[in-house]
T-cell receptor, first 115, second 109 residues
């Protein structure tokens, strides 16, 4: 069973389009994340949701809008796509364990190419 | 602001060698440190997680150490194999998970 699954795996689209990436986790975790990995392979957090509530928003353009219908799903909608949005987007989840923090589990990534 | 640095950026070794990957971080107020593996075009696989109160963790041929006070961690890989070739990422968790840029490892057969 896939713990954190994202769809689609690949997404090629034209500039100006609107697209969505879906993420689901079956681990029962209470926190979900979106990360962006740029062309230099650097991973940076974009958003974090805990029990469907936004807790981290890392100065991401408001063209990016995460939506969490329930704590097992966190979808990413992107409006008016730009060339610079081309990257690999990773979804992740974790379960807060108090003073020990949380081990993060990642999906396989969605490679977005904007042409 | 937490910054994570990984050295070396790339490493090429012959099969069978023992090797060490280094990770340093600037803010010691962390809950844990995780080492991940990323294969080309693939997602991240968690290798080891060290809680802030721990000094090391072991899994098979992998051993990770943590010195929180000095802001350092090492990942030791024993008897390296071609299948170990991948990018290894270090990440520390404070109020969020912050990643290093990774070490690209190539093990030659």
């Amino acid at each position: 069973d896939t713990a954190v699954s994202q769809t689609p795996k690949y997404l090629v689209t034209q500039m100006g389009n609107d697209k969505s990436i879906k993420c689901e986790q079956n681990l029962g975790h209470d926190t979900m994340y979106w990360y962006k990995q740029d062309s230099k392979k650097f991973l940076k957090i974009m958003f974090s949701y805990n029990n469907k509530e936004l807790i981290i928003n890392e100065t991401v353009p408001n063209r990016f809008s995460p939506k969490s219908p329930d704590k097992a799903h966190l979808n990413l909608h992107i409006n008016s796509l730009e060339l610079g949005d081309s990257a690999v987007y990773f979804c992740a989840s974790s379960q807060w364990e108090g003073g020990n923090g949380a081990e993060a589990f990642f999906g396989q990534g969605t490679r977005l190419t904007v042409v | 602001k937490q910054e994570v640095t990984q050295i070396p950026a790339a490493l090429s070794v012959p099969e069978g060698e023992n090797l060490v990957l280094n990770c340093s971080f600037t803010d010691s107020a962390i809950y844990n440190l995780q080492w991940f593996r990323q294969d080309p075009g693939k997602g991240l696989t968690s290798l080891l997680l060290i809680q802030s109160s721990q000094r090391e963790q072991t899994s098979g041929r992998l051993n990770a150490s943590l010195d929180k006070s000095s802001g350092r961690s090492t990942l030791y890989i024993a008897a390296s194999q071609p299948g170990d070739s991948a990018t290894y990422l270090c990440a520390v968790e404070g109020n969020k998970l912050v990643f290093g840029a990774g070490t690209i490892l190539r093990v030659k057969s």
